[in-house]
DNA sequence: TTGTTTTCATACTAACCAGTCTAGCACTTG
DNA sequence: CAAGTGCTAGACTGGTTAGTATGAAAACAA
């Protein structure tokens, strides 16, 4: 998997990758919480190192940017989600997925940086696509496979429920935290999980009786 | 209902209502290509008038944006959505809400609107919660009306399932037209119709026998 | 016509920002 | 010690922006 940032590395030395991971938690801080707007200035202020540092490691603001993007995409995908969840029945193993999706509500990192992957998706239409393809499109795969492989259901269409549940609990993710739905709106997250195992177990062995 | 915007009046002639008629235009154009960070400048371009004409009709950036996005909310909360379709069947009715709001993926205003709204819910968290109020809470609660009526299907949780409905749906939205993913992993609308009907259908009936 | 209101074009302000430059400081290595 | 390398603080350039000011041209009303 190529990465995007065309970032400079001018130092191989260990006091170099050290301020180049000063820059990007800061750069993490800053973007995360004001968006790609955010000033190269607050960012060099946040990280505690010289405006010049962040420009001698990073080519301009859109490398730093793309970096931090890549970089996130990367610790979110290798959070949660290991394989021998594959080895659980059907039940456990949906209300597994539910879970691991739904605890991200709390993490403010990743909050944030689904609302800045959205919102930015118009200035750069590439990272939203790094998105998709890294994160969306695998976490899907693995859940219609799932679906297919186990004997306990029956779907006509594995990929599109798997694209049902999986949308169901992003968009949770969305109205409730991005949204600030909770407010307005509030349900706890264990009442959505309940409902999507069973709305999935229901709807698969009836769809298995029908065949 | 009250609204957010706090723009001055300085004029209830027809001339003046059709200035700030040209205005609201230019900034649909402008804000939902640009996003917030558009200029005042390019607006008033955009709109054909003179900046002070601008500034004349609404306080800052601010209430032109919020009244904006308050325009643009009703704008689609008369459209589609009509109350005959209530009294459809289950499968009909189903199928009818899911065209209905896919068909909103052909939208470029509303699609910018979506991503807009996301985007800067960080900056404007008003506004979202605004959408929310009154697009995704009432949509929702009619979505769940209907599901605790109808007694073809009988769910334990017709709420949660509304929202799995209406969950599923949005994403489609977000994550074809907005994330980009048509591309990287395609998939016809119909298809995902199909299966949500699928879903619902064979989960309520059956949730009905278990009962 | 005369007076009032709205719009127009333009220029201006004060602030902000990306990116560059300079000159000196600190550390490491030979 | 000496040379090299990365870091720092700060100033600077050229450009952009929100919002204001001005003075004249229209549009309208009496």
Redesign the interface.
């Known amino acids: 998997m190529k990465t995007i940032s065309d970032e400079q590395k001018p130092s191989l030395s260990p006091r170099g990758a050290e301020k180049r991971e000063k820059i990007l938690e800061g750069a993490l801080r800053v973007f995360l ?3 790609y ?1 955010a000033s190269m200035d607050a960012i060099a202020a946040e990280a505690g190192v010289a405006k010049q540092t962040v420009y001698s490691h990073f080519k301009d603001k859109h490398s730093l940017f793309s970096a931090l993007i890549d970089r996130l995409l990367d610790h979110f995908l290798t959070a949660g989600m290991t394989q021998e969840i594959l080895l659980l029945d059907a039940p456990s193993f949906i209300r597994k997925v539910a879970q691991i999706s739904l605890s991200r509500m709390d993490d403010w990192e990743y909050v ?1 940086l689904l ?9 750069f ?1 590439e990272l ?2 790094l ?3 890294r994160m ?2 695998p976490g ?1 795969q693995k859940l219609a496979d799932y679906l297919r492989a186990n004997d306990q259901l029956r ?3 594995p ?3 798997a ?10 993710v ?2 409730q935290e ?4 909770k ?3 509030p ?1 706890p997250r264990e ?2 999980i ?3 195992v ?3 177990l ?2 698969g ?3 298995k009786q ?1 065949s």
């Open positions: 919480a004001q968006g707007s944030s609302r800045l992957i959205i919102g930015e998706s118009g200035r239409p939203s696509e998105y998709v393809a969306v499109k899907i779907f006509s269409d990929d599109a429920v694209r049902i549940i999986h949308g169901s609990l992003i968009n949770f969305i109205s991005i949204m600030h739905g407010h307005a709106m349900m009442r959505m309940n409902s999507i069973d709305l999935v229901f709807a062995e009836a769809s029908a």
